[in-house]
């Protein structure tokens, strides 16, 4: 279970520009779930996610994973137990590296280095099953450089490594944001797979709410560092787009908007 208790973050502390984001928050993901969490532009989306991976620390309050407290915990430690992709593809992959440079790579984290190469030649058959799965073709081209790939392709090699070590939490940062319609569903539709046949649990952050309602067995929608909607089971299940959108406009009509 992932537990955050009494957060509160600051930016820009002691300035003219202070702003309190979130105060006093507090949230519980329990294992197994799938949370998508929408909300306005700076509702503290992707702030929250930084938190939890040690990205940003918190001004004050604790993030406890099963119970264990990892509020100081440096990103590369949480980063051994925590998978994440990000909104750009350039970020989740290394263009000068082949396939196969980068999925070993993706292989060794959290394990020790020593004066071996950095390729296991012996692992490359698991290597060609796994990038097999994508159905893109990519298990062919494991002396490709990554670089040559196209947007869809390194955001489907992104979302493999994250989840090929054994991790407890995946985050999904906008990981559809920067790719064409038909290219994000099949990306979702490998999401979903990944996170079921794992049994992992996730947290997506996302713009489309057509994703929010379909995909995930939890929705959260934020404004102002809190949760204003937080629906789950068979209230996520009745949950469609109109009604996101419908309290979309509430929030932004109470804002002034």
């Known amino acids: 279970m992932l537990s955050l208790k009494g957060i509160n973050k600051y ?4 300035t003219v ?22 909300g306005s532009n700076g509702s503290g989306k992707t702030s929250l996610l930084n938190m939890i991976c040690g990205s940003i620390p918190v001004d004050s309050g604790r993030i406890l994973i099963d119970g264990r407290d990892v509020t100081h915990m440096p990103e590369y430690r949480r980063a051994e137990f925590i998978g994440r992709v990000y909104q750009n593809p350039a970020l989740g992959t290394c263009p000068d590296m082949t396939i196969l440079e980068n999925m070993s790579l993706a292989d060794t984290k959290g394990k020790s280095f020593d004066l071996r190469r950095g390729t296991d ?16 073709g990519l298990e062919n081209k494991l002396d490709i450089k990554v670089g040559s790939l196209s947007g869809g392709q390194r955001q489907a090699m992104a979302l493999l490594m994250s989840t090929m070590t054994d991790i407890d939490f995946l985050i999904l940062d906008e990981h559809t944001a920067a790719l064409d319609p038909k ?55 009745r ?7 419908s ?11």
């Open 17 to 38: 520009n202070e702003m309190c984001l979130f105060e006093d928050y507090d949230l519980e993901i329990r294992d197994g779930e799938f949370v998508s969490i929408v």
């Open 247 to 257: 309290k979309f406009n509430e929030i932004s009509v109470e804002c002034g908007n």
């Open 121 to 136: 030649k012996r692992r490359k058959e698991h290597y060609r099953e796994l990038l097999s799965g994508l159905g893109l």
């Open 239 to 245: 949950t469609g787009v109109e009604l996101l959108l």
């Open 11 to 14: 930016y820009n502390p002691g």
């Open 183 to 237: 290219t994000a569903d099949l990306i979702m539709e490998l999401t979903d797979r990944i996170v079921r046949e794992k049994g992992l649990t996730a947290l997506m952050v996302t713009h489309n709410l057509r994703y929010a309602a379909e995909y995930g067995n939890r929705l959260i929608m934020m404004h102002e560092g809190r949760d204003v909607l937080d629906l789950s089971g068979a209230e996520k299940e």
